[in-house]
């Protein structure tokens, strides 16, 4: 069964400092893998994705991810931290059709 | 891009009483929609897949009686809490998958019910 672990629930960073949040999972077959982002009493907005092709996925708002096979992680990265990145994030994978399996979230705080 | 509408935002009722949740695909059609629960300051739980035309796949341990889906059209699909109590209060977000995109898993969220049972 697939399974997403998020590492670090809450991950505090200082405006232009660089993000890292990572995200390890486990899956059977090669995986489709997501990053979500999720503002206050708001839904889910998609970041990036990976279904094949260049590991190294860029995203909407500056934010990239690259699909490490051999270490079964997707970490999203960002070069320099804007204050409106203050958010929950969310990585997910997709094996099965149509099934999306979230992480824990860890939620990003951006310190002035 | 594609957009999926969910209403209401928020909702309060009493105890006991029905509340229905709408999620629209407003661009596209949608031939699957997902309905899940988000407990606070918690991860998303998949309650159910609504498939058009047919009958709601449950994960295990949603009530398939408590919690009712519809999904009637290509482009709408709505939940029902039916007697509700105050643990059903939660936050309950839809997703809809594009039907253009089965080879890039494309999935657009709505912004999600505040429901709060009292």
């Known amino acids: 069964a697939q399974s997403v672990t998020q590492l670090g629930s809450h991950v505090s960073v200082s405006e232009g400092a660089l993000v890292l949040l990572r995200c390890n999972y486990s899956s059977s077959v090669p995986p489709y893998l997501f990053w979500y982002v999720q503002y206050p009493n708001q839904g889910l907005q998609l970041l990036l994705k990976?279904?094949?092709?260049?590991?190294l996925v860029k995203g909407i708002n500056g934010f990239e991810a690259e699909f490490k096979k051999s270490e079964t992680s997707f970490h999203l990265t960002k070069p320099s931290a804007h204050m409106s990145d203050a958010a929950e994030y969310f990585c997910a994978v997709s094996e099965e059709p149509e099934k999306l399996v979230f992480g824990q979230g860890t939620r990003l705080t951006i310190n002035p | 891009g594609a957009v999926v509408s969910q209403h209401p935002s928020r909702v309060i009722c009493k105890s006991g009483t029905s509340v229905k949740i709408e999620c629209r695909s407003l661009d596209f059609q949608a031939t699957t929609m997902f309905w899940y629960r988000q407990f606070p300051k918690k991860s998303l739980m998949l309650m159910a897949t609504s498939n058009e035309g047919s009958k709601a796949t449950y994960e295990q341990g949603v009530e398939k009686d408590k919690f009712l889906i519809n999904h009637a059209s290509l482009t709408l699909s709505t939940l029902t809490v039916t007697s509700a109590h105050p643990e059903d209060s939660s936050f309950y977000i839809c997703?809809?998958?594009?039907?253009?995109?089965?080879?890039?898993?494309?999935?657009?969220f709505g912004s999600g019910t505040r429901l709060t049972v009292v």
């Open positions: 997703s809809a998958r594009d039907r253009g995109t089965d080879l890039n898993y494309g999935y657009t």
């Open positions: 990976y279904t094949t092709g260049a590991t």
